[in-house]
């Protein structure tokens, strides 16, 4: 990997890290008060802890933070009521709005049955062997094994990216590239930002990678079409997929694509490392799940729940409404803290507690309702690819004493910055 390519890509990873980063405090610790004492709060919280938001910013809009988990699930439920058009004039602009997050109704509904086939289990399942196990074995771990020690987010970035863009169609000979597109897509998510100085640039930085991202997709739907759409890959599924007797054009599949590879990669990454993190602290529950592999779907799932990469969603009322007594007007902006539902005493005991045994009730870190992460299955069979082979190829690994220890911080798009590992 080209030096110049491996830290245009680290760096533009860390600087969308550090634009949703938010105020250095305690957010649990912020979050347990607001649901005890202000559960709605009129305002927008993650603005005031200085993450920028993915909806168009009018603020003529008034906005309520939700805190609560019955609070959020009753938003996250009800697409009818609480809606995502929004999304279309914000980080949706970069996407010409056709985006399946910015979209509501009948619209959503459609072209979600178009494409939910392509990202359930039984194809993902096909594809995990050869194309997301064997990658990641045999290109990321073989030749990091004799090393005895690495920074665990390293190939935390680089395998997600290897595998998501395989698994959609690009060649696979052509890694440089992929690094670029990769990068690309990283540069669409730094394009809202709070800071008025910082938003020209990221904004232009931002629309260059979309046209360029655009440009290099397009060309490989169209050698897909040309083939006649017959491979197993995301794309040439696109080209065959048909919803009552529609399917998509060239234009719609690669705009497609384009609005997925952004969080394709980052989530994947970040929830990752969260995991290893959080297993890598606790060494007698990595021995555990080392000696109990089905403990690995378990502790992906309480992962997402404990500290989800995401940390809230907006929707927009469309009408009237009253959450606990205080009233909504129409058009309002509704702020759902995911990880402060995700914790609520009420819901989840010992909320605080990283426990894999605790009895699975629905949590929010891939969302919840019609607009659930389309993604999640291929992102979660990625992370138990990836949690098997750690534990399989990089025998007794461990935190490297000699280095900081891992942090998981962010107001959004949380996960850690480093995880330096040692193994035998």
């Not at 927008?44 to 805190?67: H, K, Q, Y």
């Not at 993604?375 to 190829?393: P, W, Y």
């Not at 690994?397 to 798009?413: F, H, M, V, W």
């Amino acid at each position: 990997m080209s030096e110049q390519n491996k830290s245009n890509l680290e760096q533009v990873f860390a600087d969308v890290a550090s634009n949703y980063q938010g105020n250095d405090i305690d957010l649990h610790a912020a979050y347990a008060e607001m649901r005890k004492n202000s559960p709605v709060l009129e305002g927008n919280f993650m603005e005031r802890l200085g993450v920028p938001s993915i909806a168009g910013v009018d603020p003529d809009r008034p906005c309520f933070t939700l805190f609560k988990y019955d609070d959020v699930m009753r938003v996250m439920r009800d697409a009818t009521q609480f809606t995502s058009g929004f999304i279309a004039e914000g980080l949706g602009a970069f996407f010409d709005g056709l985006i399946l997050t910015a979209m509501d109704g009948d619209q959503h509904k459609n072209m979600r049955n178009l494409l939910q086939p392509v990202f359930m289990p039984d194809t993902v399942n096909r594809w995990k062997e050869d194309r997301i196990d064997k990658v990641i074995r045999e290109e990321f771990l073989v030749p990091m094994a004799p090393q005895k020690g690495a920074d665990l987010m390293d190939f935390a970035l680089y395998f997600p990216i290897r595998v998501i863009y395989s698994l959609i169609g690009f060649p696979n000979d052509q890694p440089e590239k992929i690094k670029q597109y990769a990068a690309w897509a990283l540069a669409i998510l730094a394009g809202p930002q709070v800071d008025p100085a910082k938003a020209q640039a990221a904004k232009k930085a931002a629309m260059e990678a979309v046209v360029a991202l655009y440009d290099a997709i397009k060309i490989v739907v169209a050698e897909r079409r040309a083939e006649g759409g017959d491979g197993d890959d995301l794309i040439s599924r696109l080209i065959k997929a048909e919803y009552e007797g529609r399917s998509l054009d060239d234009h719609e599949i690669t705009t497609f694509v384009r609005s997925l590879l952004p969080a394709a990669g980052e989530t994947t990454t970040r929830t990752f490392g969260t995991l290893m993190t959080l297993l890598l602290e606790n060494p007698e529950l990595l021995d555990r799940v080392r000696n109990d592999r089905s403990l690995v779907n378990k502790a992906i799932d309480e992962s997402i729940r404990f500290e989800p990469v995401a940390t809230f969603k907006v929707r927009q009322t469309a009408e009237e409404t009253e959450i606990r007594g205080v009233k909504i007007p129409k058009g309002a902006m509704v702020s759902c803290i995911v990880s402060s539902a995700n914790r609520d005493e009420e819901f989840f005991d010992n909320a605080d507690t990283f426990d894999i045994d605790r009895r699975q009730r629905p949590s929010f870190g891939f969302g919840f309702g019609p607009h659930m992460c389309i993604g999640q299955f291929v992102a979660k069979t990625e992370i138990n690819c990836a949690v098997n082979a750690v534990l399989d190829m990089l025998p007794n690994i461990r935190l490297d004493p000699s280095k900081p220890a891992p942090e998981i911080t962010g107001a959004q798009l949380r996960g850690p910055h480093k995880l330096h590992v040692l193994w035998d």
